[in-house]
Structures are given as C-alpha cells and as structure tokens.
C-alpha cells in the first residue's frame, strides 16, 4: 500500500526521491519521509532524516527548509498499516546508532517476536511499527559482521541485509541505506512490487513504474524472494538462495504524462468526464467497424488482443477481485451467464484464498485488478495457479485472464494472458474511468464467448454491439448534464448520515459501487442492496432522513424495481431515481435521466450519475476529493 522510491548515482538524490514520491502518493498520504547520505570534507558519511505527517507537501516544506543533501537516499509515502498515521511512525526507520535506513511496503508478520526479543537485548524503539525492527536487526548483523573484522562495503550491507530477510515472515519491499557506505543502497522484495530503473549515471528504485517513467524506460522488475545491491557502477542481483542472477532489463512502453487537471477542479471530475474519449478509443479498437453483412459474417463482431486458447474448452468461470474491480465483476458475471450461457462465480480475492472451492477443470480464472499490484488478488491468482500444477495431469484444463489498467504491473508478470482496459492514468482514488474500462472488458469477453458459442442468434449480438457504437455520444451528453444536476442536489445531503441504492438484475452491482463510491470520498455511510431485499430487513432503516437512490431501467425486473420504490416512499425516504424519464418514473422526488437504451447496457449508463452525485456531494463538503482519507490508491497489503 505505501509507496518506496530511492537513488543513487551522480545527481542530488533528494530531489529525484521527491519527484518520485509525488507519482507515488496515490499509494498513500498518511505521513512522509526521506533519509539521504552525504559525505563530508574528511570522507565520513552523514545521514540525514527528514519526515511529515499528512500530504507529501509537508515534507516537501520541511525539505526546502532545512535540505538533505547527498548522492544516495530513499524515500517512502506511507499508508498507515501498524501505528497511528503521525509523525513518529512515519518512514524512513533508523537504528539505535543513527546509522541504517529503511523504508517498507508491506507487513513484517512476526514483528511482534522479533521485537520482544530486540527489547531484551537493550534495543529501544521510538515507533509503533513492524518497520522498525528491521533496521536494529541489520545493525545488530553488521556489527557481528565487523567483528569478524569484515570492513565497511556494500557487500557487507548486502550480506546482513540477507540475514535479516531471512528471518522476517510477510510480503514486503524495502530499501536500506547505511551511513558507512554512502555510495551502496540494498533493496529487496517478496511478494510486493519493486522495481530497479536504469537512469543516465543513476540507478532507481521505486514501487510502481509511473515514479520512474520521468527518469528512465529501462526497468528491471525484482523477482519473488530477489535481493539487489546498488552502486553507481552498476546492480547486483541475487535469488532468495543467494544466486546471482542476470537478466536483461525491460523496455517501459506505458506513456504516463505529467498529471495535469486543466480545467478541473479535481482529478475525480477530469476523469469522470474522459470516460466518453476512453470508451470511444474502446470503440474504436475492438469492435466491428462495418456494416456490410458480407464483413459481418466473416469478423468477428469483437476483436481482443487476447490468445484464442483462452476460449477454447471454458465450462465455467470464477473472478476474483476486490473493491471496485469486483462490482465491476458481478455485472461480468451477469453477462457471461445471461449472454454466454458460461457458469460463472464471482469471489472476494481475500476471502478464496482460504476457502476455495473445488478445483474442478475447464475452468478460466480472471483476475481483476486496476492496478495489477492487488496483493489479495495476485495471491489468489497464485494460489489457484499451484492447485493446477498440484493436480500434476496433463488433460486438467485450466486458464487464467487478467484484466487491468497496467499490463507491466505484477499481474502482467505473472499472467501469459493480459486485457489491457487502455484507460490512461488514473490519479484519482475513488475509481471512474478504470471502473468503466473494466466494464467494458467484460463486455468484450462476453460478446466474444456468445459470439464464439452460439448462445444467442447473431443479429442479437450485432444489434448489442451496434448500439454500443453509441455509447461515447451517449456518454458525452450524459456526464455534461448530470455535472450540472447532480451539483444542484447536492445540497439535499448536507445533514445526510446514511443513503441506501437499490438495484436489481444486472443494475444491482451499480448500486453496490454507486454506495462504495459515497462512502469512499464524502463519508456519508451508504449500502446497497438488490432492490428486492429491501423488505427483509434494510427497509427497518428508513425514515424522512434516509434517501434511498434507486435504479430503474426498463427491461425484465423495471416493473418489480418501481414497486420495491414505492415501498421505500410509503416509508417517508426521500426518493431518487436513476433511469429514463416516462410515466412511471414520476414516483421519485428527484429523477436523474438517462436515455432509454437496452438493459444489457444500462449499467454502462446508470452508474454516471453514481459518481457524479458522490463527488459533488464531497466536493459541497469540501473533502479531498482525490485523495480521502485512509484511502490508497494501490492496495498491496493483505
């Protein structure tokens, strides 16, 4: 979750470190930190530490106040897992002595027994968290190393370093610095992204590629267990037995921009509004682009940069996401059974982990994750991986799919077959566009599948994809009108506490994301339910003070959707409605309108209004819209 950026080279390593950090800072924004080595006029090392709580221009303020200077140095942008979100916790952690650095992403699991030990021993800790163990622990290995009269280098950093992993337990990345040699930085990583940057005279090493894409297109991503010693001579690197390894580095291909708002007020607005360019750009790419029944017939109505082998054979097929990626899921979900005619499970990625179901062949298994960084979904992806190779026969058919915003993030890595949603650069937290890229994936697989299996007759699937076409100019209108309504009702939750969405069928997913997107940056609690499970229970919860948003869209459940609204009216709850405007949409207070399409697409539609009634109510709030707080952008902590 937190974010790493270090250097070494020939440049001023604080600068660089801060850059970095600001396109790491959607990662977390808790506290801040960076610790820099410099040498002096008599050649001895001096480390300076500076950190800050809150947003990363706190420490920028600190740094152009009293400097850090120094060729070598990390830095760390941090999302509190253990110890309050304060200054004392912040990273970099240091020794007892002053003397070793270290910033982590992650979670050291048996912190707790390695400290009581440490404590013994006469160490004394200044913080609440696991971090904080790791620098006494590799003090405590350097000076056995020196007793053994093994001189100050960066090798003898890179050998206690090693000691040290090898007695924590978790899934971590980290990068040491030590005072006795500035011109040596060690970094490692399990199960959690790292990657080393090639620069001009410089090496790097950051926690995702945007914080390098400014510096560098030569990347070396580490390996599971990998531990690397830097210098500006150049990278060592070495497998968790101690290996040296070789491998030539990487080309970055992302073009990741400087973010720039324009004229937006916030992130979230800006890419709220480019969902009509993405989804066109979609259009474009992957579906058909004539009308000639001749060409029709012999293209496929949906081209994807996808193997056909991940087709071929598929009997059912399970998701695993979270969050956002996994609402986006349930509508796939939705899709592959009522249009494909595939079984198909949808699961929380941390819940299958430890109880998954039967492993059963034939069976395409999708990863869903924006980021391709999401620790319980890359673990579940691996986890199902190692079920397959356990089965050990050669005829047990299995496949896995990841879908994602980042093709050269772990889950690119790690999976053969990647749908890369081709959104862009996505600064806000709260997930707009991603959310719609994602959807759209779905809806590519699907019509692929249906298409492929014959499940419904052709002319169905061309009118679908046809009326997808329409889908930017519907897009476009659609976020210009509700901007503006969706800020003039915003008022109406100045005193709100809590709202409940309600969907049915294939809408029931908008209104779970349509709540978490509320409940994300105005901090309004917010639930959603199937419009039909209103009665068995939730409708306990409403009063004149509880507006209930619903979700109404003509097709096979709109007559049951309406009905389930009345109920919530007779209750006294302030009711808004999502759907087209027509006679029996007059029941909602307040009505927000979109154009009557068919209702395999709807929730294309209906979950605009979502977002922009939720970042218009945080913005009338005046929360940070971008960044809320507990947030990170990339969850990489289990």
């Given at each position: 979750m937190c974010g790493i950026f270090a250097s070494i080279g020939s440049r001023e390593a604080a600068p660089l470190i801060l850059a970095g950090l600001r396109q790491l800072e959607y990662r977390g924004?808790?506290?801040?930190?960076?610790?820099?080595?410099?040498v002096d006029d008599q050649g001895i090392g001096q480390l300076t530490c500076l950190k800050a709580k809150g947003k990363l221009d706190n420490l920028i303020l600190k740094y152009e106040k009293f400097g850090a200077t120094g060729l070598c140095g990390i830095g760390h942008i941090r999302w509190a897992t253990h110890g309050r979100p304060d200054e004392r916790n912040a990273h970099p952690h240091l020794d007892g002595e002053s003397q070793i650095a270290v910033v982590l992403n992650g979670i050291i699991e048996n912190y707790q027994s390695l400290k009581e030990i440490l404590e013994k021993q006469g160490v004394v800790f200044l913080s609440d968290t696991d971090a904080e163990v790791i620098p006494h622990q590799v003090a405590q290995e350097l000076k056995c190393l020196q007793k053994e009269g093994q001189p100050a280098s960066g090798h003898l950093l890179l050998i206690a370093v090693q000691r040290v992993v090898s007695c924590i337990k978790g899934n971590y990345a980290l990068a040491v610095t030590w005072v006795k040699t500035p011109e040596a930085l060690v970094v490692a990583s399990k199960q959690a992204p790292l990657l080393i940057g090639l620069g001009a005279g410089e090496f790097l090493c950051a926690s995702d590629t945007p914080a390098l894409a400014g510096f560098t297109r030569n990347i070396l991503p580490m390996n599971e267990g990998e531990i690397a010693l830097l210098t500006p001579l150049g990278i060592e690197l070495y497998d968790d037995k101690g290996d040296r390894q070789y491998r030539v580095p990487n080309l970055l291909s992302i073009d990741d921009q400087i973010a720039d708002k324009r004229n937006f007020r916030h992130f979230m607005l800006k890419e709220i509004y480019e969902q009509a360019e993405t989804t066109a750009l979609w259009v474009d790419r992957y579906l058909n682009k004539t009308d000639s029944i001749t060409d029709v017939v012999n293209q496929p109505l949906v081209s994807l940069k996808i193997k056909d082998t991940v087709f071929e054979g598929v009997e059912r097929i399970q998701i695993l996401a979270c969050?956002?990626?996994?609402?986006?899921?349930?509508?796939?979900?939705?899709?592959?059974?009522?249009?494909?005619?595939?079984?198909?499970?949808?699961?929380?990625?941390s819940e299958f982990r430890y109880s998954p179901p039967p492993l059963l062949p034939n069976t395409l298994t999708i990863g869903v994750t924006q980021s391709g960084e999401t620790a319980d979904?890359?673990?579940?992806?691996?986890?199902?991986?190692?079920?397959?190779?356990?089965?050990?026969?050669?005829?047990?058919?299995?496949?896995?799919?990841?879908?994602?915003?980042?093709?050269?993030?772990?889950?690119?890595?790690?999976?053969?077959?990647?749908?890369?949603?081709?959104?862009?650069?996505?600064?806000g937290v709260a997930a707009t566009k991603t959310f719609l890229g994602q959807l759209l994936a779905f809806y590519s697989l699907a019509l692929s599948f249906a298409e492929r299996r014959e499940s419904l007759p052709h002319y169905e699937?061309?009118?679908?994809?046809?009326?997808?076409?329409?889908?930017?100019h519907y897009l476009e209108k659609l976020i210009k009108e509700h901007d503006q309504l969706c800020a003039s009702i915003a008022c109406h939750f100045s005193d709100v506490k809590d709202v409940v969405f309600l969907g049915r069928g294939i809408n029931y997913p908008i209104a779970l994301e349509g709540a978490l997107k509320l409940k994300e940056i105005s901090y309004i609690h917010a639930a959603g339910y199937p419009a039909g499970e209103m009665?068995?229970?939730?409708?306990?919860?409403?009063?004149a003070s509880v507006p209930v948003i619903s979700i109404a869209v003509p097709g096979i459940v709109f007559d049951k959707v309406i009905s389930n609204a009345q109920e919530a009216k007779a209750r006294d709850a302030k009711l808004i409605g999502v759907?087209?405007?027509?006679?029996?949409?007059?029941?909602?207070?307040?009505l927000l309108p979109i154009p009557k399409v068919s209702e395999w697409l709807s929730p294309l539609l209906t979950i605009i209004p979502m977002q922009l009634l939720s970042y218009h109510i945080a913005a009338r709030r005046g929360l940070d819209v971008d960044q809320p707080r507990n947030l990170a952008k990339s969850v990489t902590v289990e």
């Open positions: 924004y808790d506290s801040s930190g960076i610790a820099t080595i410099k969050g956002t990626s996994r609402h986006a899921s349930l509508i796939g979900g939705y899709l592959f059974e009522q249009l494909a005619g595939i079984p198909t499970s949808v699961f929380y990625a979904t890359l673990a579940a992806l691996a986890m199902e991986q190692q079920r397959v190779q356990a089965k050990n026969d050669s005829t047990f058919m299995a496949c896995q799919l990841g879908i994602t915003n980042r093709p050269e993030s772990s889950l690119g890595r790690r999976i053969s077959n990647i749908l890369n949603i081709e959104v862009g650069t996505e600064v699937l061309k009118a679908l994809v046809d009326e997808l076409k329409q889908l930017p009665k068995h229970g939730p409708i306990a919860l409403l009063d759907g087209p405007i027509g006679p029996e949409t007059q029941l909602f207070d307040i």
